[in-house]
């Protein structure tokens, strides 16, 4: 089972966006999502995606994109 989706790991997720240099619009269209989806990654919110599940495994997707230094 995934573990939810924290606002420990939202933060850390903007944290990264940020070092990298990454507006939110760039760094949700070079990820294939859409903008407000990013934004509920980032600040709460679930209502975009089909689970709480999927919101968790693609936010830690995209922290681990980050932490590899890829975008």
Request: charged share 20%; glycine share 8%; net charge neutral.
């Amino acid at each position: 089972m995934t573990e939810p989706w924290t606002a420990e790991d939202a933060l850390l997720l903007q944290q990264l966006r940020q070092a990298a240099g990454l507006d939110t619009s760039r760094f949700a269209i070079e990820n294939a999502i859409s903008h407000a989806q990013l934004l509920q990654l980032e600040n709460g919110g679930d209502t975009l995606f089909y689970s709480t599940a999927i919101k968790a495994h693609l936010g830690r997707k995209l922290i681990a994109k980050l932490q590899s230094g890829s975008r």
